[in-house]
């Protein structure tokens, strides 16, 4: 059974500071991972989709990485902005769910 | 393009009642998947429908059923409810030709349905 760990479960950090989070899964044989972001009490938006054949993707300040045999991924936050504060989640895909999600990561970025 | 949409957005129901919630995707989206959050448990995946038919099932009770109409558009129905249903119900739609392709799901805002 997958399982997906996210670590920290929280964080604070200073306005302009670069950061990373962290996703650990135990199955790699997955179709994909996806790193999303929630405001409170609002929906999922998908930050970065990466194919199981991919290392990376980028998209304006993030950016994220997939280690497949080791079953990690990184999400890179550069010169963090206020209004990044969040919870950051990730999810992996398989041949069994669309998405196995970790139970997040919650950002705060201080002014 | 719109986005995906669920309605309604809040709900109160009763123990022992039952509830139906929908969810149109973003169009020409054929996979419909949903999704239970709660604090404990986290964000768990209840199923998934493609052209109507159920791909795939979370480990739910038979109380949660859903179903896809032939605009793509999905429906779950939680029969007897139980004050542990208490959640955020969320419904994610893809492109996804078939099975073992990726693509991005789009997440709705989510259906917050209070069991009193």
């Known amino acids: ?111 | 393009k719109a986005g995906v949409t669920q309605t309604p957005r809040y709900l109160i129901k009763t123990r022992g009642q039952q509830v139906t919630l929908s969810c149109s995707p973003i169009s020409g989206h054929r996979s419909v998947s949903w999704y239970q959050q709660t604090p404990g448990q986290g964000l768990q995946f209840l199923f998934e429908y493609f052209s109507e038919t159920q791909r795939n099932k979370g480990n739910f009770p038979g109380r949660f059923s859903g179903r896809q109409f032939s605009n793509s558009r999905s429906e779950m129905n939680v029969s007897t409810l139980e004050l542990g249903d208490s959640a955020l119900y969320l419904c994610a739609s893809s492109w996804s030709p078939g099975q073992g392709v990726a693509d991005t799901q789009y997440f709705g805002p989510g259906t917050r349905l209070t069991v009193l």
């Not at chain 1, 920290?8 to 135990?26: H, Q, W």
């Not at chain 1, 790193?35 to 938006?45: A, H, S």
């Not at chain 1, 919870?87 to 041949?95: I, K």
Request: glycine share 8%; proline share 5%; charged share 15%.
């Open chain 1, 1 to 111: 059974k997958q399982e997906v760990t996210q670590i920290p479960a929280a964080l604070s950090v200073p306005e302009g500071e670069n950061l990373v989070l962290n996703c650990s899964f135990t199955d790699s044989a997955i179709y994909n991972l996806q790193w999303f972001r929630q405001d409170p009490g609002k929906g999922l938006t998908s930050l970065l989709l990466i194919q199981s054949s991919q290392r990376e993707q980028t998209s304006g300040r993030l950016n994220a990485s997939l280690d497949k045999s080791s079953g990690r991924s990184t999400l890179y936050i550069a010169a963090s902005q206020p209004g990044d504060s969040a919870t950051y989640l990730c999810a992996v895909g398989n041949q069994v769910t669309p998405l196995v999600f970790g139970k997040g990561t919650r950002l705060s970025v201080i002014a």
